[in-house]
């Protein structure tokens, strides 16, 4: 460990749970122990392997987070997610063992959507339901297979369904969804809802919609049903998540795809997962908004620029969670 303590402003740093580091594997960022509020000192250095002895000897020192600077965070998160989709195709891996890993994901997950102010209360219920998915997965062997194949054709494809995964039940929580199946089928509608990508070209997923030819958006479309088409293939899964998958880019304005569906017509869960779809692709980092919106502004602008296409008692819930956790109310 160095003998030089760095300063560094606290709001420049991201605290990572020491016990999500997996051992033996090498860490993509420097991690420091925080001293004070403005001195870290550093511990690991970026490319080095996380050792065991040096983790318990921490642990025992009642030290239960390493501090990653806020600008490295994305780098632990992807290489967290990576992990996952190896970890669930692992056939010799207990169920205990593919929860851990996909709870660490999903909790790199819920650290980058933080800006959202999610409670610690609601992180935990996600967490848990995550949890169930895992099992979900163990249990039918084809679902592991799938998160792999998402996680091999792009990470930030694994990332962005892991994000709507952990937001989708938040948000059925919001609408009085107390039903715990309820919320495992949105969590992994939300997992499965862009399966179908899979099977396009990852140089068309890689360029904003603005630059896509009409030939290019037509092939773009057709993602929704290719996923139908994979899932039905399986025989396993389960009808409400089909739907999920088929109509998370329908609105409640005739106006998505591939259907043209309005809103009374669209399955209640895939109403949920559209939006959040839609909410998560404005406020996390990706090809399509390189200059992510807050929570706040991606509701104005859900509202007022987009016409708010979506279903009413959904958004409502949706705005519930943010201003929520935000102390605010959104314009």
């Given at each position: 460990?160095?003998?030089?303590a760095?300063?560094?402003?606290?709001?420049?740093?991201m605290?990572?749970?020491?016990?999500?580091?997996?051992?033996?594997?090498?860490?993509?960022?420097d991690?420091?122990?925080?001293?004070?509020?403005?001195?870290?000192?550093?511990?690991?250095?970026?490319?080095t392997?996380?050792?065991?002895?040096?983790?318990s000897?921490?642990?025992?020192?009642?030290?239960?987070?390493?501090w990653?600077?806020?600008?490295?965070?994305?780098?632990?998160?992807?290489q967290?997610?990576a992990?996952?989709?190896?970890?669930?195709a692992?056939?010799?891996?207990?169920v205990?063992?593919?929860?851990?890993?996909?709870?660490?994901?999903?909790?790199?997950?819920?650290?980058?959507?933080?800006?959202?102010?999610?409670?610690?209360?609601?992180?935990?219920?996600?967490?848990?339901?995550?949890e169930?998915?895992v099992?979900?997965?163990?249990?039918?062997?084809?679902?592991?297979?799938?998160?792999?194949?998402?996680?091999?054709?792009?990470?930030?494809?694994?990332r962005?369904?892991?994000?709507?995964?952990?937001l989708?039940p938040i948000?059925?929580?919001?609408?009085?969804?107390?039903?715990?199946?309820?919320l495992?089928?949105?969590?992994?509608?939300?997992?499965?809802?862009?399966?179908?990508k899979?099977?396009?070209?990852?140089?068309?997923l890689?360029?904003?919609?603005a630059?896509?030819?009409?030939?290019?958006?037509?092939l773009?479309?057709?993602?929704?049903f290719r996923?139908?088409?994979?899932?039905?293939?399986?025989?396993?899964?389960?009808?409400?998540?089909?739907?999920?998958?088929?109509?998370?880019?329908?609105?409640?304005?005739?106006?998505?795809?591939?259907q043209?569906l309005?809103?009374?017509?669209?399955?209640?869960?895939?109403?949920?997962v559209?939006?959040?779809?839609?909410?998560?692709?404005?406020?996390?980092?990706?090809?399509?908004?390189?200059?992510?919106?807050?929570?706040?502004?991606?509701?104005?602008?859900?509202?007022?620029?987009?016409?708010?296409?979506?279903?009413?008692?959904?958004?409502r819930?949706?705005?519930?969670?943010?201003t929520?956790q935000?102390g605010?109310?959104?314009?």
């Amino acid at each position: 460990m160095s003998d030089d303590a760095e300063i560094v402003p606290h709001q420049e740093m991201m605290p990572i749970p020491i016990q999500d580091f997996i051992s033996g594997v090498s860490v993509p960022v420097d991690l420091y122990v925080r001293l004070s509020d403005q001195k870290f000192i550093l511990l690991v250095k970026r490319g080095t392997k996380a050792s065991p002895d040096q983790m318990s000897s921490y642990k025992e020192k009642t030290v239960t987070y390493l501090w990653a600077k806020k600008s490295d965070y994305h780098m632990v998160s992807q290489q967290n997610i990576a992990l996952a989709g190896v970890v669930v195709a692992k056939e010799q891996l207990s169920v205990k063992q593919k929860t851990r890993v996909l709870s660490t994901a999903a909790n790199t997950v819920f650290h980058e959507l933080e800006h959202i102010g999610l409670s610690l209360g609601a992180y935990q219920n996600a967490r848990q339901v995550t949890e169930a998915v895992v099992t979900m997965l163990e249990h039918h062997k084809g679902f592991a297979a799938l998160i792999e194949s998402l996680n091999q054709h792009s990470d930030e494809l694994l990332r962005h369904s892991m994000a709507v995964s952990v937001l989708s039940p938040i948000v059925g929580q919001a609408l009085e969804w107390e039903k715990r199946a309820t919320l495992e089928k949105l969590a992994l509608g939300g997992l499965l809802h862009d399966i179908g990508k899979k099977s396009l070209p990852p140089e068309l997923l890689s360029k904003p919609k603005a630059q896509m030819s009409f030939e290019e958006h037509q092939l773009y479309e057709t993602h929704p049903f290719r996923g139908l088409e994979l899932l039905q293939t399986l025989g396993c899964v389960p009808d409400d998540v089909v739907s999920i998958v088929y109509e998370h880019h329908e609105n409640a304005i005739g106006q998505g795809f591939p259907q043209r569906l309005r809103d009374v017509k669209i399955h209640p869960l895939a109403r949920v997962v559209g939006l959040v779809d839609q909410f998560v692709n404005l406020t996390v980092r990706n090809v399509q908004s390189p200059n992510p919106k807050s929570p706040a502004e991606a509701l104005v602008y859900m509202a007022h620029i987009m016409g708010q296409p979506y279903n009413k008692e959904v958004f409502r819930a949706l705005e519930k969670v943010v201003t929520r956790q935000n102390g605010s109310q959104a314009a």
